[in-house]
């Protein structure tokens, strides 16, 4: 216990201070960690990820697993949604922790980023049937580069980042179908590879343009993770996984004080836009009166909406949301090799 509060900043406790601060200290993230959620809702866009740490169980050493997910509510503020210690990265305990984030409040959520394990891919499709999947650019990269001659890999990785650098949703599908054409025939399995993700890496182009780069990696939860990284790394190894609760939770309970408190994560023209679904009007089905009412109450705060031409404008709810995830393909990834992320999303 010495060691978690010097990571908070204080020094020469005595016995009876300590126990004291941790018991206000457990009651502090006992509380964050089971918040309710609706009333900052609807979260828009969700990020999970995992990190290890290890701890002392049964006069051994081993690995446990930290799974953490942040949000973006209705404010266009970011919010760490719940943290949960498990053995390892499985689908149940994956399962679980996304149950009580729904239990919680949870709700309205159109897109979660993530890597591709197997286990988190399908709470996601159990949890939050609404929502679509991406799966975050940078692991995929890595993911394509196993199957990529080591000789081809930079022609092949430049293509990739060129999609990713185009400025509307049709110029990105363009570039990925040459980067398909460039490898299709000479490298068999990256083809595949490409061929059978397009739509969980290109996920992020059923939003808008201005905030792709938010959504379409980890990369913000990694800088997070390097937080917690930062604060833990003077304990090593944790007494149990009690106190890896109450140190990771009190770093996550003051970074989203921060979010609430800094500027706006996305902005809310932005985060009105993406709960918009556009429609084809064909024939004129829907009236040019009954499309100015939707246009004028989306996201029911007034913020309103500019229907495109030719497309009319419904609002989709927490309960209402149409998006398939039936695009997911996934695979195992463990959770520490995320820290192959950079800062830029690349």
Not at 212 to 232: D, F, V, Y
């Amino acid at each position: 216990m010495d060691k978690l509060v010097k990571t908070l900043g204080i020094h020469s406790l005595s016995k009876s201070q300590v126990s004291r601060m941790a018991a206000e200290l457990d009651e502090h993230v006992d509380e964050f960690r089971h918040r309710p959620l609706g009333d900052s809702g609807p979260f828009t866009f969700v990020a999970a990820d995992a990190l290890t740490m290890k701890v002392r169980e049964g006069g051994r050493v081993i690995n446990a697993v930290v799974v953490i997910a942040t949000g973006v509510n209705a404010d266009g503020r970011r919010e760490v949604l719940g943290l949960r210690v498990a053995n390892s990265e499985t689908g149940p305990a994956w399962n679980s922790f996304f149950a009580d984030l729904v239990a919680r409040g949870l709700s309205g959520v159109r897109l979660v980023t993530s890597d591709a394990h197997a286990g988190l891919v399908e709470a996601i499709v159990v949890n939050l049937p609404g929502a679509t999947w991406q799966r975050c650019r940078t692991h995929y990269a890595a993911n394509l580069m196993s199957v990529t001659p080591e000789a081809m890999w930079p022609a092949v990785k430049a293509m990739l980042h060129s999609v990713h650098d185009q400025p509307d949703a049709d110029a990105v599908h363009a570039q990925f179908d040459r980067l398909l054409d460039y490898v299709d025939g000479k490298l068999p399995d990256a083809f595949e590879h490409l061929d059978t993700t397009r739509a969980d890496i290109l996920a992020f182009t059923g939003f808008p343009e201005g905030l792709w780069a938010q959504i379409w990696s980890n990369n913000p939860n990694k800088r997070l993770n390097r937080e917690i990284r930062r604060r833990t790394n003077s304990v090593g190894i944790f007494p149990n996984r009690d106190t890896i609760i109450r140190l990771v939770g009190a770093v996550l309970a003051e970074q989203t004080d921060e979010w609430a408190e800094g500027r706006r994560y996305l902005g809310l023209d932005i985060l009105a836009r993406s709960r918009l679904t556009l429609v084809p009007d064909i024939e004129n089905e829907v009236s040019t009166d009954t499309v100015l009412k939707l246009s004028l109450t989306i996201y029911n705060e007034g913020h309103g909406a500019t229907p495109l031409p030719g497309m009319t404008v419904s609002n989709v709810g927490a309960h209402s949301e149409s998006h398939s995830t039936g695009g997911m393909r996934p695979s195992q990834e463990s959770p520490d090799q995320n820290d192959i992320c950079g800062a830029d999303g690349t």
